[in-house]
T-cell receptor
Framework: DAKTTQPNSMESNEEEPVHLPCNHS???????IHWYRQLPSQGPEYVIH???SNVNNRMASLAIAEDRKSSTLILHRATLRDAAVYYC????????????FGQGTELSVKP | NAGVTQTPKFQVLKTGQSMTLQCAQD?????MYWYRQDPGMGLRLIYY???????DKGEVPNGYNVSRLNKREFSLRLESAAPSQTSVYFC?????????????FGPGTRLTVL
């Protein structure tokens, strides 16, 4: 199973952009890159996903390196409610949705 | 539209007792999943069901059984609980779309085995 590597923790100031990095050097051509986040005492929630091109949605943007060996989740203006653990996960096309969660990045947001 | 619901929210068991965790989704999803999360760790897949009538093992299936009762419901059973099974259990569902699908998670069941 392809794995991802993320920093254990990051800090941000409120209303500033946040760039959360993820390395996935063993990614295969059919692996989608997914990001989920988990707020304290809640289940994970989907943030965004992509395959090759950069993606934007109402929550965040996903920038994918040209060689696909790394990606960055971008929160354009962090709020206190964005404090969570962010998981970068590879979702292979042929694995039936079996997500492999790493330890993620714990994001803290300072007012 | 409740999404994914789980019962109970909390449970305390003694070693050797059995129990069933219930999960239901109202999004008409084909795929359902059971994960566990130990303190300070990411989630690990226990079992999943790609469609009604099928189940398969995940990363950590030992000590658990599952039943996909119908399209809506997916239960997880601990036949003889052990302290190592103290964890938070999350159920999820998705409409499998070849890797691009989004999984929806329930609020979790916090289980303590004494």
């Amino acid at each position: 199973d392809a794995k991802t590597t993320q920093p254990n923790s990051m800090e941000s100031n409120e209303e500033e952009p946040v760039h959360l990095p993820c390395n996935h050097s063993t990614i295969s051509g059919t692996d989608y890159i997914h990001w989920y986040r988990q707020l304290p005492s809640q289940g994970p929630e989907y943030v965004i996903h992509g395959l090759t091109s950069n993606v934007n949605n109402r929550m965040a943007s996903l920038a994918i390196a040209e060689d696909r060996k790394s990606s960055t989740l971008i929160l354009h203006r962090a709020t206190l409610r964005d404090a969570a653990v962010y998981y970068c996960i590879l979702n292979p096309r042929n694995q039936g949705g079996k997500l492999i969660f790493g330890q993620g990045t714990e994001l803290s947001v300072k007012p | 539209n409740a999404g994914v619901t789980q019962t109970p929210k909390f449970q305390v068991l003694k070693t050797g007792q059995s129990m069933t965790l219930q999960c239901a989704q109202d999004m008409n999803h084909n795929s359902m999943y059971w994960y566990r999360q130990d303190p300070g760790m990411g989630l690990r897949l226990i079992y999943y069901s790609a469609s009604e009538g099928t189940t398969d093992k995940g990363e950590v299936p030992n000590g658990y059984n599952v039943s996909r009762l119908n399209k809506r419901e997916f239960s997880l059973r601990l036949e003889s609980a052990a302290p190592s099974q103290t964890s938070v259990y999350f159920c999820a569902s998705s409409e499998w779309a070849g890797g691009s699908d989004e999984q929806f998670f329930g609020p979790g069941t916090r289980l303590t085995v004494l």
